[in-house]
C-alpha cells in the first residue's frame, strides 16, 4: 500500500565522505549530488560544483540505490530509490559549512515496483514510473500530503523528467514492434505522444528553462554514445559531447554528464559557453550525477 508516513526517520547527522575524514575543509554549498560506490555500500552525496566538500546523505547496501533527482534548491530535499521503493530525503546547513540529514521517509513501497522517478521544478510533485503485472503505469506524488495521481498507463519508462513548467514528463519507452528505443511525453491531461526514435537511447533530461531534452543515444555503426540536444522537434546539435546520463544546471548553460569510455569513465561538466569540457572527477566509482535544478 501507499504509505506517506514516515516509514523511519533517521536524524544523525549526515557523514563525510569516507574518501574524507572528520569534517569536510572546505565549505559546502550543494550543487552537484552523485551516487558512489563504495565496497558493499552505495553511497548518496553532495558536493560542491568543483566536487569538494562533498558529504555522504544516505549509505545503501550496493546497488540499492538505483535512481535518484533533486528537489529545488531552497527545499533541500533528494527522492530517490532504494529497493525499488521512493524514499525522500530532507537535509538541513548545520551553521558550519556542512549539512546534515534531518529525515527519511518512504513515500510509496507498493503496490508494485518504482523503476524511475523525477522531481518537478518547483518541488510540489515526484513522478514515479511503477511496474506492476499487466499494470504499468507513471503516477505524480504530491510532497505536501502525499496524494497520488495516475499521469498515465504506459509499457515502459526506464528514465523520467519533468518539463519545466510542469505540464508533464518525458520518459524512455521500448516499441517492442520495431526494437527501437523511443522517448515520449506524457502531459497533465492524458496526452500521450512520440518525440524521437533511437536505435538505442541511454537517458534522456529536460531543460530548468524551456522544453529542450539532453538524449545520450548511439546507432548502428556509431563508435561511441553521444549527447544530443534535442529542440522544438529536431536535433538542434546531434553530439554535443561523447557521454551518458547528462544533467543540465539550472538555467540551461551547462551540464553534467559521464564519460563515454570503455573501461573507467570519469565524470565532466559541459559549458555552453566555451564549448569545453571541465572535470568533476576521474573517480570510476562515481555512478549516476545530477546537478542543482535551481539557482
Avoid at 569516507?18 to 565549505?27: C, H, I, L
Avoid at 565496497?39 to 558536493?47: E, I, P, S, T, V
Avoid at 524512455?172 to 537511447?201: F, P
Avoid at 556509431?222 to 522537434?233: A, K, P, Q, T, Y
Wanted: charged share 20%; aromatic share 10%.
Amino acid at each position: 500500500m501507499n504509505r506517506f508516513a514516515a516509514a523511519c526517520v533517521l536524524l544523525t547527522l549526515a557523514t563525510s565522505a569516507p574518501a574524507q575524514k572528520g569534517k569536510p575543509t572546505t565549505p559546502l554549498t550543494p550543487e552537484i549530488a552523485y551516487t558512489y560506490a563504495s565496497g558493499n555500500y552505495m553511497d548518496l552525496r553532495l558536493a560542491n560544483e568543483d566536487g569538494t566538500g562533498a558529504v555522504t546523505l544516505h549509505r545503501g547496501a550496493y546497488g540499492a540505490i538505483t535512481q535518484f533527482d533533486l528537489g529545488p534548491r531552497s527545499q533541500m530535499q533528494v527522492a530517490f530509490l532504494e529497493n525499488r521503493d521512493l524514499k525522500l530525503l530532507t537535509y538541513e546547513p548545520t551553521g558550519t559549512g556542512n549539512v546534515r540529514t534531518s529525515g527519511v521517509v518512504t513515500l510509496y513501497a507498493g503496490p508494485g515496483n518504482v523503476d524511475s522517478l523525477s522531481f518537478s521544478l518547483d518541488g510540489s510533485k515526484i513522478a514515479i514510473f511503477v511496474q506492476e503485472q499487466d499494470n504499468n503505469r507513471i503516477l505524480a506524488l504530491d510532497t505536501a500530503n502525499g496524494a497520488v495521481t495516475e499521469l498515465g498507463k504506459v509499457n515502459w519508462a526506464f528514465y523520467l523528467a519533468w518539463y519545466h513548467d510542469g505540464s508533464g514528463v518525458v520518459y524512455k519507452d521500448l516499441d517492442q514492434a520495431t526494437s527501437q528505443y523511443v522517448v515520449r511525453e506524457l502531459l497533465l491531461d492524458g496526452a500521450n505522444q512520440l518525440l524521437l526514435s533511437e536505435a538505442n537511447i541511454e537517458h534522456v533530461d529536460t531543460a530548468r528553462t524551456s522544453k529542450d531534452l539532453l538524449v545520450s543515444y548511439s546507432r548502428p555503426g556509431l563508435d561511441e554514445i553521444r549527447v544530443g540536444r534535442w529542440s522544438n522537434g529536431n536535433y538542434s546539435n546531434e553530439r554535443v559531447v561523447a557521454g551518458l546520463l547528462a544533467h543540465f544546471n539550472c538555467n540551461d548553460t551547462r551540464f553534467i554528464y559521464r564519460g563515454y569510455a570503455r573501461m573507467k569513465r570519469p565524470t565532466y561538466k559541459y559549458s555552453y559557453a566555451t564549448n569545453s569540457n571541465s572535470t568533476f572527477s576521474t573517480d570510476n566509482d562515481i555512478h549516476h550525477t545530477d546537478w542543482m535544478p535551481t539557482c
